[in-house]
């Protein structure tokens, strides 16, 4: 007598999550573990330990989720059906994949070939060096196999590798809010913080899909005629530590309507007096909801800049405390820009 399969995610393993439907098997109370709002982030993970942490913490900083999958030792339903399924779902507009070892490396590469010519993938694998490799055999009964042939299926697949959990932090944070491929890889840096500017403009530099734009000469000429003498009017454009609200509005329309670049990447250092963050707010949500390039900002500090941020956020503009981490999530969306 021939039986039906059945289908089950586990053993070992938190549970699932669904914001679309409400479907909330996870075992960790409220209470202990945040449930993040709707959005368009899945999340896979083959241990129930980290996923729960990072989704607490995603759920703390305004993530938003649409599926959560922790599946554990994957005694039926694995990596790949999870890929799979996740390619195809409509609430789903980027995969993080968190996994230590898989159990069909063929399944998996055309799983995961098939889901990041769709939308992006980004994987963090456990178990890349020695003692990561012994702990997975213990933790999820997988091997993880050598680190080398996992990174370069990856890459073969096309998928995004982070290399630790703050870079999963940025990725998701820059394809979840992020409406658009930006056109090209040129990035126009706008600052009130010369300091900041140098440091951004290294960052830029040294990235490997990104390279500074070159403000054009009647940009130039036309914001001359209307910031300070000392004004530095070129890549990156230093409105000043004295710059108010109207010079941040004058130089992002001044960019966005600039053929020469393709990315803005706006530092905005909330210190300074003359700023109303209200009305800086307000503008830069309404030119991010018009434009047709991505912007990007960098914002620093205490709570005050933190509330700034997420106010930014919450309307679509992805946020990075540091150059670095914004440059780095701006390099995976740029090198995407093809597909």
Same mark, same amino acid.
Not at 14 to 20: F, S
Not at 87 to 95: C, H, L, R, Y
Not at 151 to 171: H, K, N, S, T, W
């Given at each position: 007598?021939? &039986? ?30 945040? &449930? ?9 993970? !083959? ?23 922790? #599946? ?62 012994? $702990? ?51 990035? !126009? ?22 390279? =500074? ?34 010079? #941040?509005?004058? $130089? ?15 530092? =905005? ?13 307000? !503008? ?20 005050? $800049?933190?509330?700034?941020?997420? &106010? ?24 995407? &820009?093809?597909?």
């Amino acid at each position: 007598m021939k &039986r039906n399969r059945i289908a089950a995610i586990g053993p070992n393993c938190l549970g699932v999550l669904d914001t679309t439907t409400n479907i909330d098997t996870l075992f960790l109370p409220p209470d202990r573990l945040l &449930r993040p709002k709707r959005g368009g982030i899945s999340f896979i993970s !083959q241990s129930g330990a980290l996923s729960s942490a990072v989704l607490d913490l995603a759920a703390q900083e305004g993530y938003g989720f649409a599926k959560f999958v922790s #599946y554990g030792n994957a005694m039926n339903i694995d990596e790949s059906d999870l890929l799979d399924h996740l390619a195809s779902d409509p609430e789903t507009k980027v995969i993080c994949l968190y996994i230590e070892g898989v159990h069909d490396g063929k399944k998996f590469l055309a799983a995961a070939t098939r889901a990041a010519a769709k939308k992006p993938v980004i994987v963090l694998k456990g178990g890349i060096t020695e003692a990561g490799s012994k $702990a997975t055999l213990s933790h999820t009964g997988s091997l993880a196999g050598a680190a080398e042939v996992y990174l370069g299926a990856f890459r073969q697949a096309g998928l995004i590798i982070a290399y630790d959990l703050e870079e999963v932090f940025d990725y998701l944070k820059i394809f979840e809010k992020t409406a658009m491929k930006p056109r090209g890889n040129r990035v !126009q840096i706008i600052t009130n913080g010369g300091g900041y500017g140098i440091i951004t403009a290294d960052e830029i530099s040294q990235a490997r899909h990104l390279r =500074m734009a070159t403000l054009s000469p009647a940009t130039a000429a036309f914001l001359k005629k209307l910031f300070p003498p000392i004004a530095v009017i070129s890549n990156p454009l230093d409105v000043l530590g004295d710059a108010t609200e109207d010079r #941040y509005q004058l $130089a992002i329309e001044a960019c966005l309507k600039d053929k020469g670049n393709d990315i803005l990447l706006v530092v =905005m250092l909330p210190q300074t007096p003359l700023l109303n963050l209200d009305k800086l707010a307000m !503008q830069t949500i309404e030119f991010a909801q018009r434009s047709k390039k991505p912007i990007v900002a960098i914002v620093t500090g205490s709570e005050f $800049a933190t509330r700034f941020a997420r &106010r930014l956020e919450d309307r679509g503009i992805p946020c990075y405390e540091f150059p670095a981490r914004a440059v780095r999530a701006l390099n995976v969306l740029a090198a995407r &820009r093809t597909r």
